[in-house]
């Protein structure tokens, strides 16, 4: 069972955190976030937010954090799943969230931040030195991009007090997610790629969609009482036309597009045409609405 709250003084609700301050294994990903994912999320940001609450909304109602808890949001995003948790732990529980993107950092803050209550700072959860003194750790979807997940699933146990519980959302298979598999296969219809693919286990949104795999690593990292549960919601991806430019800007077949580069060129009208035709057959009441997929996987610290 999940032990009550620690009471956190007012003056230990500051964690120091800074991002590329020096050199971290994710420093490829957290450029590619800065640099590159940035503008596309703040871009569609109503769409994602609105369908990935869904899924943190799920996580909650199945492992709330209980009233007065001092909670960390990894990978907190524009924050409103922050003020969600603000919401649940009531005005004497105290809210983290941090991120690598410091954009998302600053529209967070600007938005939401309500000191003491809710913070946000700029950070890597593989690498920062957190102090031991937070109840409960919540991800939506921000626990799949690190380059050694044990060493930062660790690490976040070690900023977690004895008893204290991880509640993650993450991506089932991208097969069991046709708001980003659909997209996916009609890029590749267009633009293979010019070699074959790479295995790979490397960080990425589809890259904890293995419960077993999920199992083992909170395992290595020293978490216990694991437990997996699935849901199932619906993404809705705005008009025809907004989810047409989101396919071609976001997910796997936007990734596909922009790594293919000049190749990219010619192809576009087609791949687009042809995205109409698959999003025009999920129209519900003129907004496109796909599927998606993913787990809640929660974990306790005994250690």
């Known amino acids: 069972m999940f032990a009550g709250p620690a009471v956190i003084p007012p003056g230990r609700a500051t964690v120091h955190v800074s991002v590329m301050s020096a050199s971290s294994p994710n420093d490829d990903i957290i450029r590619f976030w800065n640099e590159i994912a940035a503008a596309k999320f703040v871009r569609f940001r109503t769409a994602m937010t609105t369908s990935l609450a869904a899924h943190g909304r799920f996580a909650l109602e199945l492992f709330p954090p209980p009233p007065g808890a001092a909670v960390l949001d990894v ?36 938005e939401f931040a309500a000191p003491p209550r809710i ?82 286990c490397g960080p990425g949104p589809f890259s904890m969609a293995s419960p077993d795999l999920v199992n083992e690593l909170l395992t290595a990292a020293g978490w216990s009482e694991i437990e997996v549960h699935a849901c199932d919601a619906p993404f ?39 995205l109409r035709q698959f999003f025009a057959d999920r129209l519900v009441g003129g907004r496109v609405v796909a599927g998606s997929a993913s787990f809640t996987i929660a974990a306790s610290n005994r250690g």
Not at 81 to 107: K, N, P, Q
Not at 149 to 161: C, D, E, M, Q
Request: with cysteine; net charge neutral; proline share 6%.
């Open 236 to 274: 809705e991806l705005g008009t025809l036309d907004d989810a047409v430019e989101l396919s071609m800007t976001l997910g796997p077949a936007g990734e596909i597009v922009r790594e293919a580069g000049a190749r990219a060129a010619g192809k576009r009208d087609a791949i687009v045409d042809e």
């Open 119 to 200: 913070r946000f700072a700029v950070g890597d959860a593989e690498t920062e030195g957190f102090d031991r003194r937070f109840d409960y750790v919540f991800s939506r979807f921000g626990t799949m991009f690190f380059a050694s997940p044990v060493r930062a699933l660790r690490n976040i146990r070690r900023g977690t007090r004895p008893g204290g519980r991880l509640a993650m959302v993450v991506w089932r298979s991208l097969d069991e997610n046709p708001w980003a598999y659909g997209p996916k296969q009609i890029a590749l219809r267009h633009l293979p790629p010019e070699a074959p693919p790479v295995a790979s």
């Open 75 to 110: 990978g907190c995003g524009f924050g409103d799943a922050a003020v969600e948790l603000a919401d649940r732990v009531g005005t004497s529980g105290r809210v983290l969230g941090i991120d690598c993107c410091r954009e998302f950092v600053e529209i967070a803050r600007r």
